[in-house]
């Protein structure tokens, strides 16, 4: 069954460091999202991507956050210059043509800010 | 952000029993409803959605039923098996305002035992 595809699994990185976070979604999916949470919190919109554009994003992507299809494959988050509280599992998921269908997840990148 | 709700941290049950899972929603716009299951060091895994002029979906063991007017869902599991142990999470969205922003309760770890 094909699966959307997350790396690295784990992510360490000084404070104040880049990071890029890499999806393969699912190959037939044309819409893409990112979710993160915090441990012990809830699962969380970051934002949705569609047609090479940003559909919506929540209050929690803000400038220092990117999203990008660079390739006919792949799906990134950039973050710019990480914080503490950028700490989180990081779930990409992507969906087929049409509101009802469902989003399909990948494992997600526990990333850990030092 | 308190708009999906799973009151109950975890639920123990036999196998062969069923297992309810319950889910409440506070924004009545909300018009699509899915269940999430979550093994440890895995993204959650689609199970089974309803959309809102439906009150009940069935599929294999699974079953969703939403009661509009309480918002209110429940996910039934019949029978149990020790392989359901995960963490259920509910998700909705609002079909008519966004592409696809899943709003996730916290979830409920279900515990099924021999």
């Known amino acids: 069954e094909p699966e959307v595809t997350q790396t690295p699994s784990h992510q360490v990185t000084q404070m104040g460091q880049e990071v890029i976070l890499r999806c393969v979604p699912i190959s037939n999916h044309l819409y893409f999202y990112w979710y993160r949470q915090i441990l012990g919190q809830k699962v969380e919109f970051l934002v949705s991507f569609y047609n090479n554009e940003i559909s919506e994003k929540s209050e929690i992507f803000d400038d220092q956050f990117s999203v990008e299809r660079p390739d006919g494959s792949n799906f990134t988050l950039k973050i710019r210059s990480t914080k503490l509280e950028d700490s989180a599992m990081y779930f990409c998921?992507?969906?087929?043509?049409?509101?009802?269908?469902?989003?399909?997840f990948g494992d997600g990148t526990r990333l850990s800010i030092l | 952000d308190q708009q999906v709700k799973q009151n109950s941290p975890s639920l123990s049950v036999q196998e062969g029993r069923i297992s309810i899972l319950n889910c409440d929603y506070t924004n009545s716009m909300f018009d699509y409803f899915l269940w999430y299951k979550k093994y440890p060091a895995e993204g959650p895994t689609f199970l089974i959605s309803i959309s809102s002029i439906k009150d009940k979906n069935e599929d294999g063991r699974f079953t969703v039923f939403l009661n509009k007017s309480a918002k209110h869902l429940s996910l039934h599991i019949v029978p149990s098996q020790p392989g359901d142990s995960a963490v259920y999470f509910c998700a909705a969205f609002d079909r008519g305002s966004t592409l696809g922003r899943l709003y996730f309760g916290r979830g409920t770890q279900l515990t099924v035992w021999p």
């Open positions: 998921a992507s969906s087929e043509v049409g509101l009802s269908q469902p989003q399909h």
